[in-house]
């Protein structure tokens, strides 16, 4: 079943075109990468799929309707997106952020119920924060960082989870880390994923599908596989690369040589 | 270690509680006729010996000493709504132009002695500036935040500006606009309390309501606006609310500084962010410290009264730059 559906999206902002033409699906259940180099838009395109950017042209449809036509609110509990960098001004407290996600069920207004309080605990204990719950947010890591950002938005109880480069500043472990829980929700919980990606190796190794973005155009679309060719690698992002499998049967790159940068 | 030991929000509301309590009685005695804690518990009470210490507390000056703590605790909320919407440390009830608006407003009334009093004058000449802040910032392409700010600090230093060419036109009314610019509680009494009290608990309940949209918006407007909020109703509803409790207690005290701005700072360090939590800590913090200096302000050179705000930047400016020297996570 297709959830989430743009209809040849134009988008950009002020007097800037973006994105040109986007015309892409995700389905239930399936985790969805959007790749392509730096400016290519895959930001811009997450903050329509969210519902937090209007279209130029086209439009979102979540099932059957037009995301622009939903309240934020109703919009919030099918939808939820973890935006790149954010920074908190305030030290508030991993719990109060993560029961933050409950806003779109509970209202702005009312107090919390005890059926939030087990959503949020539930939520915490699924991304493994429950002993960080009291902490601070300015004392975390920068993974504990991003899985609070992750549980806000679970808490959220979505449909459809969009992540813009959640791993974008964490090593090699919390990467892995944080994409083993994202993929489990994928499996177990038949949760939708679209998820901006920077490091291709990574998009192949966990997403379902891929969508290349470049220059504000949709270039590709497909497995992994089908996607990040030798062709599109040297077109799209100027390397001359491969996509092979690793030892343990995982997809990996190997990048011969760059192209000189040319705009 | 004290600051350690209070971070539960129900001890520190009850020690705070108790401390403005104890603050109000020793503020009571304090005047040209001293009284002892008894003797003003008991002129309370309508229980005393002297029937004068009675008229004393009862007709000047226990309405003053309410008015301060009402002022000091509505600049505190506006102080924490503003903090909260700009995300911005720095944030005061008077960021948006209320300052610059309330000024313009008390010196037009001086100069043309016109038959509205300065307070009122004030009270809608910060109103006034403020909404043009907002509808300027609401039209502008800057992103709203942003322009709120800008907006606010250019209107700001532009309606000083006429009040200084105002005064320097009509010298005569100098002492009395220039006092009244200054802040203090000289001579207020029951009628000023009521007239806070039409509006003041106002802007405060409407800031409450927003305690948890003042949460969401500390990771900034985007991820606030994931979360299913709107942003404009938010910032219209922070901003009247705020207003509202600043140009009340502009309208009879005149413009305070510093009470809005450190009061929520010295309540994030006992009590953490959690709006719901800093919002009335800070509300008792404020009136605390404005209680307190009121209380320098009509002693130190009595008869004559010194202006409060004088004495709020000297007691707080130095604990707010000791909690930043202890590195608190102030912010």
């Known amino acids: ?263 | 270690m004290i600051i350690k030991k209070l971070r539960s929000v129900r001890s520190t509301l009850l020690f705070l509680g108790i401390t403005l309590l104890i603050g109000l009685i020793i503020s009571l005695g304090v005047g040209a006729v001293p009284l002892t804690p008894a003797e003003v518990l008991q002129a309370l009470f309508r229980n005393s010996s002297k029937t004068v210490y009675e008229t004393i507390i009862w007709d000047f000056r226990l309405a003053r000493v309410l008015l301060v703590c009402l002022c000091g605790a509505a600049l505190s909320a506006s102080g924490v709504a503003f903090q909260g919407l700009f995300r911005n440390p720095l944030a005061d009830p008077f960021v948006v132009g209320a300052s610059g608006g309330a000024a313009l407003g008390a010196t037009l009334s001086a100069v043309f002695g016109a038959s509205i009093p300065m307070g009122i004058a004030g009270f809608l000449g910060a109103l006034a500036a403020v909404l043009l802040v907002y509808s300027i910032a609401e039209s502008s392409n800057y992103g709203s935040i942003a322009a709120l700010l800008m907006a606010g600090a250019a209107l700001s230093t532009m309606l000083s500006a006429i009040v200084t060419l105002l005064l320097i036109l009509r010298e005569e009314v100098l002492y009395e606009v220039f006092a009244w610019l200054m802040g203090g509680f000289a001579g207020r009494s029951w009628s000023h309390l009521r007239q806070a009290l039409l509006v003041a608990p106002l802007g405060i309940v409407i800031i409450w309501l927003m305690v948890r949209p003042l949460d969401a918006l500390a990771a900034g407007e985007e991820s606030a606006e994931a979360l299913g909020l709107n942003l404009r109703q938010t910032r219209f509803m922070i901003i009247v609310g705020a207003s509202l409790a600043t140009a009340a207690a502009v309208a009879v005290s005149g413009i305070i500084g510093f009470v809005g701005l450190i009061a929520p700072h010295i309540a994030r360090t006992l009590v953490g962010a959690k709006h719901a939590k800093t919002l009335p800590i800070s509300m008792l913090l404020g009136a605390l410290l404005l209680l307190l200096a009121d209380g320098f302000a009509r002693t130190i050179m009595a008869p004559v009264e010194l202006p409060v705000g004088v004495f709020t930047a000297l007691l707080g400016g130095p604990f707010f730059l000791f909690l930043l020297r202890k590195g608190r996570n102030i912010i």
């Open chain 1, 1 to 263: 079943m297709k959830i989430l559906r743009t209809d040849q999206l134009d988008l950009g902002y002020n007097g800037k075109m973006v994105v040109k033409g986007l015309h892409m699906s995700i389905h239930q259940g399936e985790m969805v990468g959007l790749i392509g180099p730096n400016g290519a838009g895959k930001t811009t395109v997450l903050r329509a799929l969210a519902g937090l950017l209007k279209p130029r042209n086209g439009q979102v449809y979540y099932q059957k309707q037009s995301i622009s036509s939903l309240r934020a609110q109703d919009r919030a509990r099918n939808i939820s997106l973890v935006p790149q960098r954010e920074a908190f001004v305030w030290p508030l407290l991993v719990e109060d952020i993560v029961q933050l996600g409950r806003a779109p069920h509970r209202g702005w207004f009312l107090p919390f119920s005890s059926s939030d309080v087990s959503v949020v605990n539930r939520v915490l204990h699924l991304t493994g924060l429950s002993r960080l719950r009291k902490r601070s947010i300015n004392k975390l890591s920068g993974g504990e960082f991003q899985r609070v950002m992750i549980a806000r938005a679970l808490a959220q109880e979505p449909e459809v989870l969009l992540l813009d480069e959640p791993t974008s500043n964490l090593d090699i472990h919390h990467q892995i880390h944080v994409f083993d829980l994202v993929r489990k929700l994928v499996d177990e919980k038949h949760m939708s994923v679209v998820v901006a990606i920077h490091d291709l190796a990574l998009a192949a190794r966990y997403c379902d599908r891929l969508v290349l973005l470049h220059k504000g155009k949709q270039c590709a679309v497909g497995t992994p596989e089908e996607v990040l060719t030798s062709e599109n690698l040297q077109t799209v992002f100027g390397v001359r690369a491969s996509l092979y499998r690793d030892p343990l049967g995982y997809w990996a790159l190997s990048v011969k040589q760059t192209e000189p940068v040319n705009d």
